[in-house]
């Protein structure tokens, strides 16, 4: 029996402290964020489950009143950030996402510009733990702030552009929205392309397979989609094209040169499934797509900015296969890879 002794206190036990309530002035740079996302951020470690629960309950509170998880701060606002356990920030750190240094192509004080890896989500989230951003994060504790402009799909390779500020995030996704920004990607594509350049407008829709898989079909209902595809060099059965993308819809010119009746090689969700196992035969285990070329105005100082990221060694690689087993017939006389 435990005579004449107070029971121990389970957080000194633990070694922990206990969590107190915080409270955090909004200034300029967070002004404009959603509340779910700068609580994201202010309690790191946190299972975004977590997050969520709270907010809901009523626990965060924004100059003292209950707020939606879509409610945009605005500079000023005192937010309420409840005591969260340290036992939950500790069971969140386990999954967390490990640091990473990505390759950068540009950088200054408003925004970042990073070579993505094919393989590579570019954020957390079905069925995936974490992606870039979240290792960028874990990266750089000390950046106040961290956002993806825009998105490219996990098996793509190439130019990403991350917000470090608010405003370069708002501008730069407002130049997104008006098409401003000049997107242009290298894929290798099933069969003869045969036009040097050619105009695909054919409006894509989104759905869900029974499975619960995000696809995309040309559909006259879906929205609209503009793609322009470059031939850059063509062989016996395959095809090298630059597309310049005019909107940005999901999976677009998966699905444009899919429903051309050119597929891109290695494309596990729109591609020819067997000959993508004869390809792996061949050295390319992934689907060849590079987001090669960025042009777009500075944010803060409106200078163009123009960016590449050459291919991969292992686009490289197999585009050099592809010289060396097949006679080139587009452009006539151009050198090999």
């Not at 008006?178 to 045969?194: C, D, I, P, T």
């Not at 992934?286 to 050459?310: G, N, S, W």
Request: charged share 25%; with cysteine; aromatic share 4%.
């Amino acid at each position: 029996m435990n005579l004449g002794k107070a029971p121990p206190d389970r957080a000194a036990t633990a070694g922990r402290q206990p969590a107190a309530v915080r409270r955090v002035r909004v200034d300029a740079e967070d002004a404009g964020q959603r509340i779910d996302n700068f609580l994201i951020r202010e309690c790191k470690g946190v299972p975004k489950s977590h997050i969520y629960r709270i907010l809901r309950s009523g626990e965060v509170r924004v100059n003292g009143g209950r707020i939606s998880q879509t409610y945009r701060l605005n500079a000023g606002d005192e937010v309420r950030i409840p005591p969260v356990r340290v036992a939950e920030r500790t069971e969140g750190l386990v999954s967390a996402a490990p640091p990473r240094d990505f390759p950068v192509v540009y950088e200054d004080d408003s925004l970042l510009v990073i070579d993505k890896p094919s393989g590579v989500a570019v954020h957390g989230g079905s069925g995936v733990s974490f992606g870039v951003i979240e290792q960028l994060r874990a990266q750089r504790p000390q950046a106040r702030l961290l956002e993806l402009v825009h998105r490219i799909d996990r098996e793509t390779s190439g130019l990403l552009i991350i917000a470090k500020r608010r405003a370069a995030l708002t501008a730069l996704q407002d130049q997104m929205r008006a098409g401003s920004v000049e997107k242009r990607y290298l894929a290798m594509a099933q069969g003869r392309w045969m036009n040097p350049l050619q105009h695909v407008r054919v409006p894509l829709l989104k759905y869900l397979t029974e499975d619960g898989e995000r696809r995309v079909a040309v559909n006259r209902d879906g929205k609209p989609a503009h793609s322009i595809v470059r031939l850059q060099r063509r062989w016996e059965d395959c095809s090298l094209v630059e597309v310049e993308l005019k909107t940005g819809r999901t999976h677009q010119i998966r699905v444009h040169m899919q429903s051309l009746g050119h597929a891109l090689l290695g494309d596990d969700k729109y591609g020819d499934f067997a000959l993508n196992k004869q390809l792996v035969r061949e050295g390319l285990g992934r689907m060849f797509l590079h987001a090669a070329k960025l042009r777009f105005h500075h944010p803060q100082t409106q200078v163009l900015i123009d960016l590449e990221a050459p291919l991969p060694p292992e686009l490289v690689a197999y585009v050099t296969h592809v010289s060396a087993t097949q006679k080139l017939e587009y452009p006539q006389g151009a050198p090999g890879a």
